[in-house]
């Protein structure tokens, strides 16, 4: 699902469908945000800093990256959910512009909500 949204999102960039790219960056990002460590798990780095006091620690990563962690990993099912959740939220914003007389703002979440849509049939 995550690369045929990356490959829907290039193409939207091509043809300049603002509310595709709307669409999909949201839903990209929303996925990336629950790949993320939560606070806590990650592994701390208790060495002291150079220069500090303290000797260099056998086996320390340095450089770039050397902080990195792993990321989560979503199954297709996770993945499902995620951007379901994005038509929700988008469904329910757009009720809400209508019922306050927006209706263009509504119009233009329930177009975002239709490019999801589109994914899920898959």
């Known amino acids: 699902m995550r690369a045929a949204l990356r490959q829907h999102l290039t193409t939207a960039l091509k043809a300049r469908d603002h509310v595709a790219l709307a ?3 949201s839903a990209l990002g929303a996925i990336d945000n629950a790949e993320a460590v939560p606070i806590g798990s990650a592994p701390t780095d208790s060495a002291p800093v150079a220069g500090l006091g303290g000797e260099h620690v056998a086996g320390a990563a340095s450089g770039v990256g050397a902080t990195e962690t ?3 990993e979503l199954t297709d099912a996770q993945l499902r959910e995620i951007v379901e959740n994005e038509v929700r939220e988008r469904t329910a914003a ?3 512009y209508e019922r306050l007389g ?3 703002h509504a119009e233009r979440l329930r177009a975002e909500a239709e490019v999801l849509t589109r ?3 898959r």
């Open 23 to 25: 669409a999909l960056r």
């Open 70 to 72: 792993t990321r989560r």
């Open 94 to 96: 757009a009720d809400e």
């Open 102 to 104: 927006r209706a263009d």
């Open 119 to 121: 994914h899920l049939v």
